[in-house]
């Protein structure tokens, strides 16, 4: 077993503490990543607080995982020692369902997925996310990182990134299509950049003034303030497909309005209550609400392509161990810029 440390929650209630723990050996067809940095990401809080009811303890958050091969195992082909890796949402699946041999891992049928952290390995034991020095993960589920793009802004691309790639992707976002997102945050602003990446007209939907010009910058043709309802009004029954990045509690019903015939909305941000929807935001206008979760490991493989060939990468926030307590807040809060990404020499 080889030796670790990192950062655990060990309650619902209490601040997450420096703590020491195992990996696993490297196996024939592991890889062990010294990691440099990892991503903040909501969900983290989500599941440090039990807000979702379903936290193992000790829990060791992290899901935006990068860093460097140290080892790999007899059987590694794709990766050698120096290479730089990545580790997102996922690190086993069943691999024999329709979804998981179609690459769509992150709806494996048998619901057999291994997440990251909060979850159990296959002998049951629990698995420790990035908040930590280190980790070993079987090669299916290692992402290769271009050494063309800094190193800590593409940790948020392993669940942020994907999140909102893959469902602009699925609905086949492009030129000539109107693309709303709502929400200019670690999510919002992901899906801002793809959408002006793939050539469609995008409007950013936001409650604050403040976010007007940020969000232009990151590529926005328009920026509509909700909260406005003749800036609303004029966009009703034009967009081809929106995005829906915000996971406080709002009213979707608005969006749908503003939905051409058979357009959708997609949610990818996940409030603690569910939504409303009303029969008649839907019935007029064949019009669709659906959901998303990260992409497959395929898929994520080519979304970090992508950003390698245009230059994509989170806007972040460097932050270390000792402030992650300050760090949550601010997330709570919507206090950064666009995701906070933990130095994990500062362990």
Request: aromatic content about 8%.
């Amino acid at each position: 077993m080889l030796p670790s440390h990192g950062y655990a929650a060990h309650s619902a209630t209490e601040s997450l503490v420096p703590f020491k723990f195992e990996r696993r050996d490297v196996g024939p067809d592991d890889v062990l990543i010294d990691i440099k940095f990892c991503g903040i990401c909501h969900s983290d809080i989500h599941q440090a607080k039990n807000e979702w009811g379903n936290s193992l303890y000790p829990m060791v958050p992290g899901h935006e995982i990068v860093g460097v091969v140290t080892q790999v195992g007899a059987n590694v082909k794709k990766f050698k020692t120096g290479d730089f890796a990545g580790v997102g949402c996922m690190v086993n699946s069943c691999k024999e369902c329709d979804s998981c041999t179609a690459g769509e891992e992150q709806y494996c049928d048998r619901q057999q997925i291994v997440f990251t952290y909060n979850s159990k390995e296959k002998d049951g034991s629990l698995t420790f996310g990035g908040y930590s020095n280190q980790i070993v993960v079987n090669q299916e589920f290692v992402l290769s990182v271009s050494s063309k793009l800094n190193l800590a802004a593409v940790a948020p691309l392993l669940c942020a990134g994907i999140t909102t790639y893959s469902p602009l992707k699925h609905w086949n976002v492009g030129p000539g299509m109107k693309v709303g997102v709502v929400g200019l945050g670690g999510l919002g602003h992901m899906a801002l950049k793809f959408s002006h990446a793939f050539g469609a007209k995008t409007v950013q939907f936001t409650t604050s003034p403040g976010k007007i010009a940020d969000a232009k910058a990151l590529g926005a043709d328009e920026v509509v303030v909700s909260k406005n309802a003749d800036e609303m009004a004029k966009h009703a029954g034009t967009f081809d497909f929106i995005l829906d990045c915000v996971s406080a509690e709002h009213d979707v019903n608005a969006y749908l309005a503003l939905l051409k015939r058979d357009g959708a909305l997609c949610l990818v941000g996940a409030p603690e209550k569910p939504i409303s929807v009303a029969a008649f935001s839907l019935i007029p206008g064949r019009k669709a609400v659906a959901g998303s979760t990260i992409g497959g490991i395929r898929e994520t493989q080519e979304m970090l392509d992508f950003c390698a060939e245009k230059g994509i990468v989170s806007d972040f926030e460097m932050t270390s161990f000792d402030k992650l307590d300050e760090a949550y807040d601010r997330v709570l809060k919507s206090d950064v810029k666009y995701r906070f990404v933990l130095d994990t020499t500062t362990l």
